[in-house]
Each structure stands twice: as structure tokens, then as C-alpha cells.
């Protein structure tokens, strides 16, 4: 699993990737970013700073349910098809202060390769938060989000396109 939470006030970040046990993937990151110097933290690393920090653990059957074993089965099957995206979980907020953050977590792609790592844990291709533009949680084929920073790029926009309008109406 991986996660990644942004708090657009000053960009502090946190993430984990290529973890199972957590019961909630976010909250692994939201303890990343909260109590480490480190943004991302994968595999090992990131479960022992968890079990460090507390982060409330799930017995192994938690995570694996008949209907995403067969989901499984049948992608596995299917191989020559595009893998399907499921279980990924995004949000993004603005507080009564105007403040705003995001937050990405998923399962992953089904039938996906070992040590494959998506957008979802990425700030800036899964993630972004920035209180000037915009949150942003994005889903769907990770690697393109990566190759584009999506979510930056989408923030990025709207603070040139906020520029150019600033700029128009002073003139």
C-alpha cells in the first residue's frame, strides 16, 4: 500500500510506500510527516517508523478479502489487458481558516509488479496541496502522473493563470 498527505500552509509533506500492516496507509504518512525530517519513507523502513510511532497495525486477513482475490485471479488472466485501478482513496479539504491539504492512499494496481510504485505516495504527481492554488488528490494510470507531475502541474497552472490575470486587470 502507499499514501502520501500535503498541508497546503507550508507544504510539509509525508508519505509511505510498499507497505501492508497499517491499518490506515494515511495515517502512516500523516506520522511521516509529522514526526521525521524525511518525506518519504518505503517498505521497512517505513513499517518499523510506524510500529515507532504507534500506527495502529491490522492482522494480515484485514487486507485480503474473496472478492480481491478473485479480482486477482481474474486480472492475472487477463494479463494481456491493462491492469484495472481499484481501492485508491483520495480527499482534499480547505479548513474554516482557509487553510488546505490533500491526501492519497491505495491498494494498488491489481496484478501490479513487485516493487512497483505509483503516483498515489508521490507529492507532486499523486498529491499536492499549496494554500495559493489548490489541493489535489489524483486516481488512474500512476505512471502517467509521474512522468507529468500531474498534481504540481496542475497547481502551477492556476497560479499562472491567477498571475496573468492579476497582471491584465492592473493594466
Known sequence: MDASVMDGRDHRAGAAAGICGPR???LAARAVMEHSNHVLLIAEGALAFCREKSVVFAEPGYFSTEERRRE?????????????MKGTVGAVARDRDGNLAAATSTGGMTGKTPGRVGD????????????????VSATGHGEFFIRYGA?????????????RCGRQHMQ
Request: positive net charge; contains cysteine; charged residues 25%.
Open 120 to 135: 498515489s505516495p508521490i507529492i507532486g504527481a499523486g498529491t499536492y496541496a499549496d494554500n495559493a492554488t489548490c489541493a
Open 24 to 26: 490506515n496507509p494515511i
Open 72 to 84: 486477482l485471479r481474474d486480472t492475472l488472466e487477463k494479463r494481456r489487458r491493462d491492469a484495472a
Open 151 to 163: 498534481a504540481f502541474e496542475i497547481a502551477a497552472r492556476l497560479r499562472y493563470a491567477a498571475n
